[in-house]
């Protein structure tokens, strides 16, 4: 996953974790754990497709974001 990239994009549309968290339907640190690949906690299908669509992603973005080995 490429956490900055997401974290950038909630940026760019006015939310915090606590905002995201929320409107997916978890806990904020659940979504902080999945952001951060803590203990091996992943976005399930479900999850990734409400953040598609609060952002509008296209399928490439969601690529990128969710499913790309990003090293920093």
């Not at 997401?6 to 978890?26: F, K």
């Amino acid at each position: 996953m490429n956490k900055q990239k997401l974290v950038g994009i909630m940026y760019e549309n006015g939310d915090t974790q606590t905002t995201l968290a929320n409107a997916i339907g978890i806990s904020v640190q659940r979504l902080n754990a999945k952001i951060n690949g803590t203990g091996g906690a992943e976005f399930n299908q479900g999850e990734i497709q409400r953040i598609k669509d609060r952002y509008k992603m296209d399928a490439e973005t969601v690529e990128e974001v969710f499913f790309t080995t990003y090293v920093s």
